[in-house]
């Protein structure tokens, strides 16, 4: 497996890859990798001729400066991680590679899907999200580019991007990679302490049951039950929210909208966690 920790190194061997009409995979990461990244790579494998992984955690998509501290950081685990499952390729660039004039991000408008959820709790995330991922973009050229469910609206918005931008890149959705307790697997969850770790699938627990509720109760209904749901757990719900999958837009009726997602974010002590579940 290559291993780059600079743009320069990594641009020449993308052109080399170009010269050679290789297809090229790409999945973008903030490190601390899982399984549910694994399930990004393999698939990426599996559809390209190489598949490069960045690992960058990205300073400008963090609104709370105690949650870019503490993000788990491990490059030497990723590396074996990655490696042994068959990547071609990684690249660990310095904060100075992706952001050599300054620490800002670049302003997008994304028609209102960075405006709720996550983007109204979150100021700036996905203006952060967007400038890297599109840095990321220009510098590997990928065909085809990997985005986990888990984060359902950064990836509406990243395909917003591909748009915007005009860029030749297939965007790949991934299913939710989820735990035997059904906990959406994520790099925070090693930073849950044991009582939380044991009561998050409750999250799971409760998005399945809203399929079920939606059955006998309207939209407001389900949410009012939702809201009662966690009184009774020691989380801290934070929203819950039932939208429309395209816009993004929460519904009032379950006729508003073909596809339907409701999306969930909980405090399991200081630790925040998200997650998402097709409804309709």
Not at 77 to 96: I, M, N, R, T, Y
Not at 102 to 122: H, K, T
């Amino acid at each position: 497996m290559q291993i780059f920790h600079d743009r320069r190194s990594l641009e020449a061997w993308v052109a080399q890859q170009k010269d050679s009409q290789r297809s090229i995979g790409f999945v973008p990461t903030m490190g601390a990798l899982h399984k549910g990244h694994v399930s990004l790579i393999q698939k990426s494998i599996s559809q390209n001729d190489l598949t490069i992984c960045s690992v960058f955690v990205n300073p400008t998509q963090f609104d709370n400066p105690e949650d870019l501290e503490k993000y788990p950081r491990d490059t030497d685990k990723d590396a074996q991680l990655l490696e042994s499952v068959g990547c071609d390729a990684v690249f660990f660039p310095q904060v100075e590679d992706m952001y050599p004039d300054s620490l800002s991000s670049e302003s997008f408008d994304f028609n209102g899907l960075d405006q709720v959820m996550e983007g109204r709790f979150r100021k700036g995330h996905f203006d952060g999200v967007a400038t890297i991922v599109s840095r990321f973009f220009e510098l590997v050229q990928p065909d085809k580019a990997y985005f986990g469910e888990k984060d359902f609206q950064q990836l509406r918005i990243i395909q917003e991007l591909v748009k915007l931008k005009n860029y030749p890149i297939q965007i790949q959705p991934m299913p939710i990679f989820r735990e035997e307790s059904g906990l959406a697997m994520s790099s925070r969850n090693a930073r849950l302490k044991p009582e939380y770790l044991a009561e998050a699938p409750q999250i799971y627990k409760l998005l399945n049951l809203l399929k079920d509720w939606k059955m006998e109760s309207t939209v407001e209904e389900c949410i009012h039950r939702a809201e009662e749901f966690f009184l009774n757990t020691s989380l801290e719900l934070e929203y819950i929210l039932i939208c429309d999958e395209k816009t993004l837009e929460s519904i009032s009726s379950w006729d508003e909208a073909e596809d339907i997602r409701a999306f969930i974010a909980v405090y399991a002590g200081d630790i925040r966690l998200i997650d998402n579940l097709k409804i309709v």
